[in-house]
């Protein structure tokens, strides 16, 4: 059940914004939307494994524009919503 609900949230985060459609994991993808997002200087990320340090790195490698994402975001939660209220 959690795979799936994570394939969902994957699907509505590559729906929701072009520059957040990249392979790998759920935290890459979350990374590159708060790293992208215009008026976010700073995230902090669990680096207890060397995997999750090779992950962060995976993620920020290809070129993000950071830019007022408010209606990728916007479409995010509607998204999200749904898929909650289905649950």
Avoid: N
């Amino acid at each position: 059940a959690a795979a799936g609900r994570v394939r969902q949230i994957k699907e509505a985060l590559r729906a929701s914004d072009a520059d957040w459609a990249v392979e790998g994991t759920l935290s890459r993808m979350a990374l590159r939307a708060l790293a992208g997002t215009r008026g976010i200087a700073s995230v902090l990320v669990g680096m207890r494994r060397e995997d999750y340090v090779q992950d962060v790195c995976a993620a920020l490698k290809p070129p993000l524009p950071v830019k007022d994402r408010a209606a990728s975001w916007m479409q995010l939660r509607d998204r999200l919503a749904v898929l909650h209220a289905r649950a």
